[in-house]
């Protein structure tokens, strides 16, 4: 399926999902809202191709609207959404981010615009519910700081092709990781100060992702910001915090391991500390605690590798350990 997709143009915002707000239909203090009928007789939309039909809506410029498509049989209609204006230039379109399978756009109005709202379909026909509705108060500083870190981000991808070296292009990639990092602290607050509003809960989930990437990172500068982050962010992430921190130590510490750097025990130690506070505090972690501490001690550079006990083309057993202080290659293959 595809997700939310929106072409460069001033003003546009590539978001994964959206929240309801304050309301107002075409200037009035009401939810612009139509139920409609895709059929199979109803002209082609000329993108997707399939049936459509046109819903136009005033929008004013620099706000924030949501639009939703919603399906009344998931079996019969999978919504899809497209956006253009006036003079029919496509701005945006989704197919699944209004949740599987309903359609959703988060969309900043450039212009003051009558827009074309494309009701549409990935597959089938049938009943639907359409809804604009102007953002919150919330949901537009939301999207203000996802904006602010977008660019940002848009900047480090147009140097990365022009790095020459990989020193270079590590560094980039460092930077664009710690990008990642200093977005969780607004994040996080935004989320404890606007707790009541269902921007909340997106901003929540953009702290999660971001921490699942962060755990790809060896920078010390992540590091840095996740230390702060478990000790001034809200509670309820803590232990998810301590595991990315975890993961991002253990990459720093092979990376100082291979420059030999004499104080990459003091990281082990850390990771093990950490590890151990995570797996007697937060049970509902106790999985991912294991996963990472059998990395640790099994999967890390500079730690003894995992046994490895076989039998040769000839019926003789093995096992790794008997080859212990020798160059190995291990390759694994198979006949049929």
Request: zero cysteines.
């Given at each position: 399926?595809q997700?939310?997709?929106?072409?460069?143009?001033?003003?546009?915002?590539?978001?994964p999902?959206?929240?309801a707000g304050g309301?107002?239909?075409?200037?009035?203090d009401k939810?612009?809202k139509?139920?409609?009928?895709?059929?199979?007789?109803d002209?082609?939309?000329?993108?997707?191709?399939n049936?459509h039909?046109?819903h136009?809506?005033k929008m004013?410029?620099?706000?924030?609207?949501v639009i939703?498509?919603i399906?009344?049989?998931?079996?019969?209609?999978?919504p899809y959404?497209?956006?253009?204006?006036?003079?029919?230039?496509?701005l945006?379109?989704?197919?699944?981010?209004?949740g599987?399978?309903?359609?959703?756009?988060i969309f900043?109005?450039?212009k003051?615009?009558?827009?074309?709202?494309?009701?549409?379909?990935?597959k089938?026909v049938?009943d639907?519910?359409?809804?604009?509705?102007?953002?919150s108060?919330?949901?537009?500083i939301?999207?203000?700081?996802k904006?602010?870190?977008?660019t940002?981000?848009?900047?480090?991808?147009?140097q990365?092709p022009a790095?020459?070296?990989?020193?270079?292009r590590?560094?980039?990639t460092?930077r664009?990781?710690?990008?990642?990092a200093?977005?969780?602290?607004?994040?996080s607050?935004?989320?404890?100060?606007?707790?009541?509003d269902?921007?909340?809960k997106?901003a929540?989930?953009?702290?999660?992702?971001?921490l699942?990437?962060?755990?790809?990172s060896?920078?010390?500068?992540?590091g840095?910001?996740?230390r702060?982050?478990?000790?001034?962010?809200?509670?309820?992430?803590h232990?998810q915090?301590?595991?990315?921190?975890?993961?991002?130590?253990?990459s720093?510490y092979?990376?100082s391991y291979?420059?030999?750097?004499?104080?990459?025990?003091?990281l082990?130690?850390?990771?093990?500390?950490?590890?151990?506070?995570?797996?007697e505090?937060?049970?509902?972690l106790?999985?991912?605690v294991?996963?990472?501490?059998?990395?640790?001690?099994n999967?890390?550079?500079?730690?003894?590798?995992?046994?490895?006990?076989?039998?040769?083309?000839?019926t003789?057993?093995?096992?790794?350990?008997?080859?212990r202080g020798?160059?190995?290659?291990?390759?694994?293959?198979?006949?049929?």
């Amino acid at each position: 399926m595809q997700r939310l997709i929106v072409w460069s143009l001033a003003g546009l915002i590539l978001v994964p999902a959206a929240w309801a707000g304050g309301d107002k239909k075409n200037g009035n203090d009401k939810v612009f809202k139509i139920e409609g009928t895709l059929a199979k007789d109803d002209p082609a939309d000329k993108l997707r191709k399939n049936p459509h039909k046109v819903h136009e809506y005033k929008m004013k410029a620099g706000a924030n609207y949501v639009i939703d498509m919603i399906t009344k049989n998931a079996q019969e209609l999978d919504p899809y959404l497209r956006l253009e204006d006036s003079a029919g230039k496509n701005l945006a379109e989704d197919d699944d981010g209004g949740g599987f399978p309903n359609a959703r756009i988060i969309f900043k109005a450039p212009k003051d615009d009558t827009y074309r709202i494309i009701a549409t379909a990935f597959k089938g026909v049938g009943d639907y519910t359409l809804t604009v509705r102007v953002a919150s108060e919330a949901q537009s500083i939301l999207e203000q700081l996802k904006e602010s870190l977008g660019t940002k981000q848009k900047e480090l991808f147009k140097q990365f092709p022009a790095a020459k070296t990989e020193e270079a292009r590590q560094k980039i990639t460092d930077r664009f990781y710690e990008l990642t990092a200093d977005s969780l602290l607004p994040l996080s607050e935004f989320a404890q100060k606007y707790a009541d509003d269902p921007a909340a809960k997106e901003a929540k989930n953009m702290v999660r992702n971001n921490l699942r990437q962060l755990e790809q990172s060896d920078s010390p500068g992540v590091g840095k910001v996740l230390r702060t982050l478990r000790e001034k962010g809200p509670k309820e992430m803590h232990g998810q915090v301590s595991l990315a921190l975890s993961q991002n130590l253990r990459s720093q510490y092979e990376r100082s391991y291979q420059r030999k750097d004499k104080d990459a025990g003091k990281l082990l130690k850390e990771i093990e500390d950490l590890l151990k506070h995570v797996g007697e505090n937060h049970a509902d972690l106790a999985s991912q605690v294991k996963d990472v501490q059998f990395t640790l001690k099994n999967l890390t550079v500079g730690r003894p590798a995992m046994e490895i006990e076989a039998e040769d083309l000839d019926t003789k057993t093995f096992k790794l350990s008997d080859y212990r202080g020798k160059v190995v290659v291990i390759d694994f293959w198979g006949h049929w």
